[in-house]
Nanobody
Framework: VQLQASGGGLVQPGGSLRLSCTAS????????LDWYRQAPGKQRELVAR??????EYAASVQGRFTISRDSAANTWYLQMNALKPEDTAVYYC??????????WGPGTLVTVSS
């Protein structure tokens, strides 16, 4: 399964961006659809997850970011509002399938700066 993320860019603090991740195959059977990020000098961290159990968010983005999916389009999204400079990172989408493994997209850079 190949993943392609898009939607990154430069935004001012307080602004919004929406990231998209499209899979080359159906996401219907995926156990979890995730967004991770990695800031310079830091470890990759889970930002948001969509699974059959619902959605989960990192404490740092709770209330500002929303993960959603469009299964018919094999796509999931990360709506990011009220962006802060500390949200600057390379964002990666991933899809986890139980007993199969995790698929990763190539990453898209989000820069929050005035």
């Amino acid at each position: 399964v190949q993943l392609q993320a898009s939607g990154g860019g430069l935004v001012q603090p307080g602004g919004s961006l929406r990231l998209s991740c499209t899979a080359s195959q159906s996401i219907f059977g995926m156990t979890a659809l995730d967004w991770y990020r990695q800031a310079p000098g830091k470890q990759r961290e889970l930002v948001a997850r969509s699974s059959r159990s619902g959605t989960e968010y990192a404490a740092s983005v709770q209330g500002r970011f929303t993960i959603s999916r469009d299964s018919a389009a094999n796509t999931w999204y990360l709506q990011m509002n009220a962006l802060k400079p500390e949200d600057t990172a390379v964002y990666y989408c991933s899809a986890y399938k139980w007993r199969t493994g995790t698929y990763w997209g190539p990453g898209t850079l989000v820069t929050v700066s005035s």
